[in-house]
């Protein structure tokens, strides 16, 4: 499905306030169109038709209001005259200069060069003809009264013109006011639905994509979007209504100007596709630019306190620096292509029409047929149509924009994921079993290899190995957060395949190495906010791993605030909240990835004297690199390169003298020499100390 249909379908959703929004825009248009028939009606008829033929008023010229006393007599003009009235005599009122003259007989032609000569006689000369007329030039008040029976009229058409003028604008502002609406709750739409597939989506999705890339799409690329909606959307249907709408009046008001108009269109149409498609290609690197850039920008906040414990502040400015001259060349590219097709060129077109129309009309070309109220009428309705035409051009960039975004928010949509399950099912026994499972990150890079074993219900199971070997990845699996390439993975004998994920995970809890913290409070990052997790089994669960009265004594207690990632809290202060979260939701299966590994002596003492009883009824799997807080394990699995090379209990092990047995002897040697090195110290230490009494 293109882009451009899935946006007419997000569009689709509130179709009703985009519909009123085009018949007002529609509406609008009417009564801004009709300004320059009242201005063309206004100058021929008001204005200019005072040059029309005049006849005297024999009879109750007093009464009628149509009727001009000039002399001693009385004149009506030709169209002021009802159907059976007798008429007077013929006699013109026209203007010379910026002067008016009456003539008081017919006129054959009033069309040609006009003078006045000496005498009193005014000339018409034209093809190299002429006639004279006797002519008595009009003061101010005489001129002032011809004009007098049009005032009334002048005086209506001004009061609908500017009264269409403000019906115009209350259209056009319940228009915009209601696509403003609609592409904000569209917006709102699409953000929702982007960050609800966020969370459908794989974990191996964000090992791929940086989060910054993430965060850009769901922020800068629906907002790109919001402005397709808000101002391209509105400029583009009220430019295509306000052309259509201005080319039709302009075949009423006359089809030659009409047809000198109409090839506007055919270079608009032009004008857009060439656009495109050089700014497609710019705005594709521009987006992928920005996102690159957030995602440095993610990433070296993050990643501060190396990037400055190692010094490495110069290299990371040089490569923002890198990526944002390339953002900026793109950038420019895209303002050169702007410069050139912007309302500049609009107006260069504008003005070579403009001066088509006008030596035609001057040369006599037009003269003949076009009034002035006409011509006035046609270059009105040329500036509005301009109008719209830059505001289409102006919009292009936008569009692009809006449509290279558009594009890279469905390309997240599109991402496979998983649909979140809202029925429950009964909590697990905890009964675990691989069966000969294979797995790889990569393909042909298997870090699983025919991995097998069996987890009783409350069974501790421990896995060991070094670093690589594939212990995290059998909990990425048990979880789900990816699936095997080959075997079974069952819990209580049913193929974890076939469990929806979110059901699958209802019943387990993860306690990770490095520990996740939300910004709000302690308690709300033990409930997560889960309705079913009340106050008292957040407190019970941090009673249960001894950290209770710990964060008791803190200010605000329980209620204490967390900022982001708990950077206010010591490394174990994190870990225990992350412990008590997982035991908070009674999992029946409970996996501890390396979850003592932050953790100071003294606290994992407080934590393994609660496992004793929390492991009752559960199934616990634990990835520990210190062996001494596993030795109480049901079940110990020796991990290597992938294969399961030892397994038993520590006794079993032990006693076997494999992996296992060096891996403990040489941790434990390790411990010794550190405390015999602690001793050593202490007695230097004494030593100096007696020195300085001495």
Known sequence: MTTERRLWQYAMLYKKPIVWALVLLALSVCAEMAGPFLAKRMIDQNILGIEKPWYEVREG????????????????????????????????????????????????????????????FLTIAKDGQSASYPAAKLSRGELLAFFKPEIGGMMTLAAAYFGLLAVGAAFAYGQRYLLQVSANRIIRRMRDDVFAHIQRLPVHYFDNMPAGKVVSRVTNDTEAVRELYVAVLANFFAGVVYIAAILGALFLLDKRLALIALPMVPILYVWIVVYRKIAGRYNKVIRSRLSDINAMINESIQGMPIIQAFRREKTTEAEFGELNEDFFKYQNKLLNLNSITSHNLVNLIRNVLFLTVVWLFAGGWLGAYVTVGVLFAFIDYMNRMMNPIVGIVNQLSNLETARVSAGRVFELLDQPGAEVADSSRPRFRGDVSFENVWFAYKEGEDVLRGITFHAKQGQTVALVGHTGSGKSSILNLLFRFYDTDRGVISIDGEDVRTIPRQQLRKHMGIVLQDPFLFTGTIASNVSLGDPSITREKVEQALKDVGAYDMFMNLPGGLDEPVVEKGATLSAGQRQLISFARALAFDPAILILDEATSSIDTETEAVIQSALDVLKRGRTTFVIAHRLSTIRAADQILVLDRGRIVERGNHDELMAYGGKYYAMYQLQQGGAEFSRASARQEARLAEAEAGAGTD
């Open 61 to 120: 010229a007093e009464e009628d209001k149509y009727a001009v006393a000039y002399g001693d007599a009385f004149y009506k003009r030709e169209d002021r005259w009802a159907e059976g009235e007798t008429r007077g005599r013929e006699v013109r009122v026209l203007q010379v200069g910026r002067d008016y003259y009456f003539v008081g007989e017919p006129v054959a032609s009033t069309d040609g060069e006009r003078s006045i000569r000496d005498g009193g």
